[in-house]
């Protein structure tokens, strides 16, 4: 029984936090759809917040419908023209020239493209603002990247880095923060390492081979990771570096770029079947990372939204009909033939699309209850 209230207690409070970031991604992603769409004189029928049953809403003076909706997990914005939120098209239906002048599937390819390539984009400029204002106002810690202990019988001791090392180079790359040696490590998936390394002034390359093991983090969540078995310096060592305007910008831009690099890796490494593909999570995995880092902080719960909205604008680039990257496929194909595919084609795409959509969701699904553990828990209910 007190497994079960520490489940729904977990849920509820998690869920909220989760419900807050995803409301706020989902608005900035569809708010690009809307403004790049009212800016090529498409008239929005309705912006919503949600799917399913209207819970609240209001009818501007434009004549579009602003709403909250029951089910909470997404969005769209229904364009003039469009048969259904999905964007599909209403061809069939006869338009007088004022309506077409107004209908997104009438407007040139280019302009379609730009209003579906908003909503990505929108999630990135939001990602890069909020991290700029963060490196501005709060700073952005600079762990100088000195090996501050070894674990013993690690690879890093096998390989021979001591306390004091100074990484500047692993694997070709340069080195500037702890961190930076920490995503090289991470991304291996136990690839060895050609480390540089300064000692007493000298310029030392070391070889260290990290290994793969279940490791704990400080939530008791347990994954398999690569370890080196290095800890970064004492806290005191790390400084905290309030960037101008123009720098906070160029290294959001960065940062934006590492994530989206680390993420495209990390999915190829999957593909590949170098990384275990039980590391995709879901919505339930999201819900559990915005409650912890809700109970780190406010800084944290909107790093925590920034890395949701750049990675909700790099999956929907992707060319999956039924994603905004599956538009813009078509929009190219229908550019360099100078007409659209055939609405079967097309449908038989969306069709492709909404099975790999749902296939994806439901392996991920699966790894979130493997994570969260509930397939222990029915089991131990029955057996």
């Known amino acids: 029984m007190e497994h079960v209230t520490g489940l729904v207690s977990n849920f509820w409070n998690f869920g909220i936090v989760f419900l807050l970031v995803l409301t ?54 229904k364009m003039f023209g469009d048969a259904d939120a999905t964007s599909s098209t209403g061809a069939d239906v006869p338009m007088t020239p004022e309506e077409q002048a107004v209908s997104f599937h009438h407007k040139r390819v280019g302009q379609r493209a730009a209003i579906v390539f908003a909503g990505p984009a929108m999630n990135f400029i939001f990602g890069i603002l909020v991290l700029a204002l963060l490196f501005m106002f709060i700073g952005q810690p600079q762990t ?64 260290a081979q ?15 990771a690569p370890v080196l078995g290095v800890r970064s310096p ?27 690099e680390t993420t495209m890796t990390a999915l190829g490494q999957m593909i590949a079947g ?43 680039l992707f060319p999956i009909p039924l994603l905004d990257g599956g538009h813009l496929a078509f929009y190219a194909v229908e550019a360099a033939r100078g007409r659209p595919l055939s609405p079967r084609a097309q449908e038989y795409g969306f069709r492709v699309g909404m099975f790999l959509v749902l296939a994806l969701m439901i392996f991920a699904t699966r790894n979130d209850l493997l994570d969260l553990g509930v397939f222990e828990f029915v089991r131990g209910l029955i057996s």
């Open 24 to 77: 706020v991604v989902v608005f900035i992603h569809e708010l690009g759809h809307y403004l790049v769409a009212r800016w090529n004189g498409v008239r929005i029928e309705v912006f919503s917040v949600g799917f399913g049953k209207e819970l609240w809403g209001w009818t501007d003076k434009a004549g579009t419908r602003w709403r909250i909706s029951l089910l909470p997990l997404g969005g769209y914005v």
């Open 144 to 207: 100088p990247a000195v090996v501050g202990a070894v674990t013993p019988d690690s690879p890093a001791a096998t390989a021979g880095l001591q306390p004091g090392d100074k990484i500047v180079e692993v694997n070709g790359q340069p080195v500037r923060r702890f961190q930076d040696v920490q995503k090289i490590v991470r991304l291996g998936v136990g690839e060895p390492l050609d480390m540089l390394v300064v000692r007493d002034g000298r310029e030392i390359s070391l070889h």
């Open 210 to 224: 990290p290994r793969v093991q279940e490791i704990e983090d400080n939530f008791g969540n347990k994954h398999r």
């Open 234 to 260: 004492e806290a005191d060592t790390t400084e905290i570096v309030r960037h101008g305007p123009v720098s906070a910008v160029v290294t959001a831009v960065g940062e934006t770029y590492t994530i989206v």
């Open 274 to 316: 170098t990384r275990d593909a039980e590391e995709l999570g879901g919505p339930l995995r999201i819900a559990k990372g915005a409650g912890q880092a809700a109970q780190m902080g406010i800084i944290s719960t909107v790093v925590f939204m920034v890395l949701i909205s750049i990675n909700l604008g790099l999956i929907n």
